[in-house]
């Protein structure tokens, strides 16, 4: 745990636009609930246009600074660091709930360590399924989150989603790291504007030799794209796998290698399993080619809906359509 008489000062960024119910339930959280006392919390403005977020924010005893441009999340956050005081940073959501009272203790505990380069925490949904703990590269598409969907207690695979562990990345809906680490780093790629922003960051501290912390003992309900739909765009992936292709069709170095790549369940591997990676995700070889059969496809596309709703669904129908086109 961080010791008591080194309390380092923490910026906490949260920004939001016309979404004031979440964001005082966030807020209250922080407040009501922890025990660690020597931070700031910022709240980013995103151009928001109700009367009643404007008198809100204008009453707030917070700092407030305003972003008056499109949404991009990478910019809104880099722009909200250069202004933090603290010597160390938490990126939330303001889709968030605070539920473990020790959550920046938790968390500064390990980005103290001068080897750890970011520290993320277990999210959950509100109904007590986990909905984050950690990030899997190249499992189940080309990124997934580790557990999601198993209950808040188990155990997880290896007893792992109860344990502090490395990992390849961690979500930026909660995330800590040193300000001058996230500077010398460049901060998140503001060409990854909606997707991939928090895990491109994780992946490029990794290259440096960085460990990138995954704590079960910081816990935050995260009422997950309730402030802004789910959106992926195709020049994203693009970039995405463009960037970091190798490690997409390797894998996660940190998932068992006897544990089946298809899906993130952690379900054991009954075949051999043969990747493709193409401009818009990565496929098992025979996924792939069912993907020029409409009828097939329409199964795994079922899927996807059950799984993610369906605005992931039409996301991926209209991958399948560009991807058909493009074998032409």
């Given at each position: 745990m961080t010791d008591k008489k080194n309390q380092p000062f923490v910026s906490i960024i949260i920004p939001t636009k016309d979404n004031i119910s979440l964001l005082k339930q966030c807020l209250e959280s922080?407040?009501?609930?922890?025990?660690?006392?020597?931070?700031?919390?910022?709240?980013?403005?995103?151009?928001?246009?109700?009367?009643?977020?404007?008198?809100?924010?204008s009453a707030s005893k917070y700092r407030v600074i305003s972003y008056n441009k499109p949404f991009n999340f990478s910019k809104i956050n880099n722009f909200a660091a250069s202004e933090a005081k603290g010597e160390y940073i938490i990126f939330l959501n303001d889709d968030t709930e605070v539920i473990s009272s020790d959550w920046i203790e938790r968390m500064l505990e390990h980005s103290q360590k001068p080897e750890v380069g970011a520290v993320g925490v277990k999210l959950l949904y509100p109904d007590d399924t986990v909905q984050h703990a950690g990030d899997l590269i190249g499992v189940g598409g080309m990124t997934a989150h580790a557990f999601e969907g198993f209950p808040r207690d188990h155990p997880g695979y290896q007893g792992l989603l109860q344990r502090v562990h490395n990992c390849s990345a961690v979500t930026a809906a909660c995330m800590m790291?040193?300000?001058?680490?996230?500077?010398?780093?460049?901060?998140?790629?503001?060409?990854?504007?909606?997707?991939?922003?928090?895990?491109?960051?994780?992946?490029?501290?990794?290259?440096?030799g960085y460990s990138i912390i995954y704590t079960p003992y910081a816990e935050l309900y995260h009422y997950a794209t309730s402030t802004r739909p789910y959106t992926v765009h195709s020049e994203e992936i693009r970039y995405f796998i463009e960037r970091w292709?190798?490690?997409?069709?390797?894998?996660?170095?940190?998932?068992?290698?006897?544990?089946?790549?298809?899906?993130?369940?952690?379900?054991?591997?009954?075949?051999?399993?043969?990747?493709?990676?193409?401009?818009?995700?990565l496929f098992e070889e025979s996924e792939l080619g069912m993907l020029q059969k409409p009828r097939r496809y329409m199964r795994i596309?079922?899927?996807?809906?059950?799984?993610?709703?369906?605005?992931?669904?039409?996301?991926?129908?209209?991958r399948y359509l560009m991807i058909k086109k493009a074998k032409k």
């Open positions: 922080i407040e009501n609930k922890s025990t660690y006392n020597n931070y700031e919390i910022m709240i980013v403005d995103n151009d928001s246009k109700k009367a009643e977020t404007r008198s809100y924010l790291i040193r300000k001058k680490l996230f500077e010398e780093i460049g901060g998140f790629d503001e060409n990854l504007a909606y997707a991939f922003n928090d895990v491109d960051l994780c992946l490029r501290l990794g290259k440096m292709r190798d490690m997409i069709l390797e894998g996660d170095p940190y998932y068992d290698r006897n544990l089946s790549r298809l899906r993130p369940d952690y379900s054991p591997k009954i075949k051999q399993e043969r990747f493709v990676l193409t401009d818009f995700g596309a079922n899927n996807i809906a059950k799984r993610h709703g369906v605005g992931r669904l039409t996301l991926e129908f209209l």
